[in-house]
């Protein structure tokens, strides 16, 4: 038994081998983007910002860097792909890869308050009126408004009844305010996908704020399509015109189905609202992708009150 343990005891170790990202490597800013929708400056631009929270404690052998966090994070933002995949890209087990996701994303959820801001001063909100202005000539508007269902994995049968949307899958409802440059304003991502356009801005605390306060078109004007209910501050024009454009971080979340609990789903969709305003502010450019998006089917239009249809005929007669 002792030559046994012996033995034993005298086996080498098997080396362990990783792949850490290496930001100093031959990598150019396009190959990042395509691996992560950021360039080198985007991503120290991330790292820097979460590094107080992200940096462990204890600088051993083989502890993640801020930068290898980030960028583990980024890729499964752009790919929504399993986490064994991401872990075997990044030559990181896949319990290691799911930590640090929640990790990242718990870190850029509380700093969303700082870059998805409502316009309430009165300069900020002539500036997004006049580049909406610029746009179609459409004086007073001061955001747009949709949804957007991001999919789920099935659930149990008690819960996965509400979160089966009109397409017949299990998704949670995103509604979304953006400005005339695509930077989201206000994001609510709380809702199952049986829920209504509608109805998730009317009990939105964007909605509570904008049926309390009304001004008139001193506020501004929410533009919506014809799941939103007409009202003095949210008008549904009589076309609203295709456009295929994207958030950088999307892509990934609409091909596949998000493999998390609602709760954490949430925290995902939220970040990624948040890492897309960055984006932005930094002036990434948009990572070409050929896939095409097939939620856009319009919806039921609204038949109630029609308070908001003079308002918005006025509107057309005015500046139209």
């Not at 081998?17 to 100093?24: A, G, M, P, S």
């Not at 930068?67 to 994070?73: K, N, S, T, Y």
């Not at 999307?250 to 897309?276: D, F, Q, W, Y």
Request: net charge positive; aromatic share 8%.
């Amino acid at each position: 038994m002792a030559a046994v343990i012996s033995c034993l005891v005298n086996i080498p170790r098997k080396s362990r081998e990783f792949r850490v990202i290496n930001l100093n490597e031959s990598l150019n800013d396009e190959e990042l983007r395509r691996r992560f929708r950021f360039g080198r400056r985007g991503i120290e631009y991330l790292a820097d910002l979460l590094r107080e929270d992200l940096a462990r404690e204890m600088d051993r052998s083989c502890s993640l860097s801020v930068e290898e966090q980030v960028c583990i994070a980024l890729r499964y933002y752009a790919l929504g792909s399993f986490m064994q995949v991401v872990g075997d890209t990044h030559g990181r087990h896949k319990s290691t890869v799911c930590r640090v996701v929640d990790k990242v994303t718990k870190e850029i959820v509380k700093r969303h308050k700082q870059y998805i801001k409502w316009p309430v001063d009165e300069a900020t909100k002539r500036r997004v009126k006049s580049e909406f202005s610029n746009i179609a000539g459409f004086s007073g508007v001061i955001g747009c408004v949709d949804g957007s269902h991001v999919r789920l994995i099935k659930h149990s049968p008690d819960q996965e009844r509400c979160f089966i949307n009109r397409k017949g899958f299990p998704s949670i409802n995103v509604m979304a305010v953006c400005d005339a440059k695509g930077k989201f304003t206000f994001i609510n991502a709380q809702w199952p996908g049986s829920a209504h356009d509608s109805f998730i801005f009317r009990t939105s605390t964007l909605g509570c704020h904008m049926e309390r306060n009304p001004r008139g078109l001193e506020d501004g004007i929410i533009l919506g399509d014809s799941g939103y209910a007409c009202s003095r501050y949210l008008m549904t024009p009589y076309r609203v015109a295709d456009t295929n454009q994207k958030t950088n971080f999307n892509m990934g979340l609409c091909r596949t189905r998000l493999r998390k609990t609602p709760a954490k789903a949430s925290e995902v969709i939220v970040a990624c609202a948040v890492l897309h305003n960055i984006a932005i502010m930094l002036q990434e450019p948009d990572v070409p992708d050929d896939d095409k998006d097939d939620g856009a089917d319009a919806q039921i239009p609204y038949a109630g009150r029609k308070t908001g249809f003079l308002v918005r005929y006025h509107l057309a007669q005015v500046y139209f």
